[in-house]
């Protein structure tokens, strides 16, 4: 193969007419080019005077190429070295792209996975997503939060990473296979979207499914038996009744109190559930707080972590277009993205899942709590633009001890945000020239908030702590030297957003396993990702752990 690089174009063309232009800059005759396919596009917009697309494109040639760059056909294999011998089933806590990768790895090499999953199927789950949305009506275990695809399932999903590593392109790769389109292969910001996400979703699991895999959907890993240090069993119940899941757990709590030193049958009197198994994969993403309390109280060794809070920011994405791109171009561009940070003296600030064309989602996962998150679908094609804007917080910022301060320090502010917000999952909202000025917004500008179920007039600085109002204030001020307009007056704060990443990190050791030997705390929950395709790496990385030991 042949790469063509830093092909500039300036106009509409197909993706032909691009190879055909590429190679009359390189001197080769089109009609020798017996495979091609587009390895790279971006958009080069500094120049808002001359806009152009830059492309690196692969051909396979027949003829003589000179001295042009060969490189070799890309191969789409993990080369794993299987030595696993165990005859018990690995179990997976968590479906989102860190659990799904880690079983996908499993069973393409012969280890059938059982999957344990709170929440339901997406196809599902998004029918619970909607009603919360529609009527404020909660399920507090299919949610944005929680169920079949994690929590990237309602975002953009995006799929930028700062990793760079054959693992990466593996994923892109997989996507594509279960039916993503195939531009996420090589534009410069690739993103699936929330429409796409749930067909590649329910492909990747029915495949798994084929393979051997099984999925427990609707049901909750309340327990686990540890002996000699070693994971021997996971415990789970079902939560398709939350009352019910509610009850049956404070049985048990109240018969055994989850006592290590009593005899199985004596433990699981009240529970049926059980699986025996040597391999317990804990990808149960950055909301799973009461997992987290009961892994520490299993004695799993946890650490608080840094992570962000703040807002979302609505603007109208006509003004982003014309911010980033001009108005002279006649290049029918995409909707435009931004990526913007500020570096104050004590703290810094960060725009952070920017949804070109989207709308603020309603991503609470307990009651009395309200979350956001930002939703984009393929087109990109909504009125506003949205992203949040966080500024970072650290352990000296949490009041306690305990590694699970971070939680608490999130549910605090979510609580403070429901309140703020009527106590009816509303959110409170602020125009920017209000936040600003310190004051209580009144009335809506240009910009009309799209976050549902409904949104109250507000101060946000009522509930955000000191140090994160002053360090947005600098950091709108200063984003609005970087994009025009970003500090517009009309502008909607949305409160509050709280779940950037994780608060907790459960320790894991060179062979991705915690103290407790066999349980591998994956993905970003368990502190070691930060979206969708990090969290695919690192279960793709726990399942080559677990097929390479013996």
């Known amino acids: 193969m042949l790469r063509l690089e830093n092909i ?38 500094r120049n808002k005077e001359n806009i152009f697309y830059n492309y690196t494109i692969d051909i396979k040639y027949n003829g003589f190429a000179g001295n042009i760059k060969e490189v070799p056909d890309e191969v789409f294999e993990l080369n794993i070295n299987v030595k696993r011998k165990s005859q018990a089933r690995p179990v997976i806590v968590g479906a989102g792209p860190s659990g799904l990768f880690c079983a996908l790895v499993l069973v393409e090499n012969g280890i059938k996975p059982i999957v344990i999953e709170q929440g339901k ?20 275990f299919s949610n944005v939060q929680f169920g079949e695809g994690g929590a990237g399932s309602f975002s953009d999903g995006k799929l930028t990473t700062g990793v760079n590593n054959s693992l990466g392109r593996f994923v892109l790769n997989e996507f594509v ?71 049956d757990l404070k049985n048990v709590e109240e018969t ?28 149960i993403g950055h909301s799973a707080r009461d997992t987290f309390e009961k892994v520490y109280e299993k004695g799993l060794n946890l650490e608080k972590k840094n992570f962000s809070v703040g807002v979302r920011i609505e603007h109208k994405q006509e003004m982003i277009n014309k911010s980033q791109y001009g108005t002279k171009t006649k290049l029918k561009l995409p909707p435009a993205e931004y990526k913007l940070a500020y570096h104050g003296k004590e703290r810094s600030c960060y725009t952070f899942c920017m949804c070109p064309g989207g709308v603020v989602m309603p991503s609470s996962s307990e009651n009395n709590e309200v979350v956001t998150n930002g939703m984009s679908k ?34 605090e502010l979510e609580k ?16 920017v020239g209000d936040f600003l000025e310190n ?32 360090t ?14 970003f500090a517009d007056k009309d502008a909607i704060l949305t409160g509050i957003e709280t779940r950037s990443s994780s608060p907790v990190r459960i320790i894991r050791d060179e062979d991705f396993e915690s103290n407790i030997k066999g349980i591998y705390p994956c993905g970003e929950g368990a502190g070691y990702a930060g979206g969708i395709m990090t969290a695919a790496m690192d279960g793709i990385k726990c399942a080559i752990k677990i097929l390479e030991k013996e």
């Open 439 to 470: 004051k209580k917004t009144t009335q809506i500008g240009e910009v009309k908030p799209t976050y549902k179920p409904g949104v109250t007039n507000s101060n946000l600085q009522e509930i955000l702590p000191d140090y994160v109002v002053k």
């Open 121 to 140: 199927k997406v196809e599902d789950r998004k029918n619970d997503v909607e009603e919360f949305t529609i009527n404020g009506k909660l399920n507090t």
């Open 256 to 283: 055994t109190n989850f006592n290590t030193n009593l005899k199985n049958e004596e433990k699981l009197i009240y529970n049926d559930n059980k699986i025996n198994t040597d391999a317990l994969v804990l990808a």
């Open 177 to 247: 296979k279960f039916g993503a389109p195939e531009q996420i292969m090589y534009v410069n910001k690739p993103h699936i979207g929330t429409d796409n996400l749930v067909n590649i979703i329910s492909n990747m699991r029915n495949y798994i499914i084929e393979k051997g895999g099984e999925f427990l959907f609707e049901n909750k890993l309340v327990d686990f038996e540890i002996e000699d240090k070693k994971i021997v069993s996971a415990i789970y119940k079902s939560t398709k009744n939350e009352n019910q899941f509610n009850d």
């Open 416 to 431: 403070k945000a429901f309140e703020l917000g009527g106590s009816n999952f509303y959110a409170p909202i602020q125009k």
């Open 378 to 411: 393929f087109a990109r094609d909504g009125e506003n633009a949205n992203s949040a804007v966080l500024v970072n917080v650290t352990p000296e910022d949490f009041k306690g001890e305990s590694p699970l301060e971070g939680i608490y320090f999130q549910k």
């Open 8 to 45: 500039k174009i300036y106009e509409d063309l197909t993706e032909e007419d691009v190879v055909i232009f590429a190679c009359k800059k390189y001197k080769l005759d089109f009609k020798k080019v017996e495979k091609y396919s587009i390895y790279k596009k971006s958009i080069d917009a």
């Open 472 to 485: 947005l204030k600098e950091g709108l001020l200063d984003f609005d030297k970087k994009l025009k307009g």
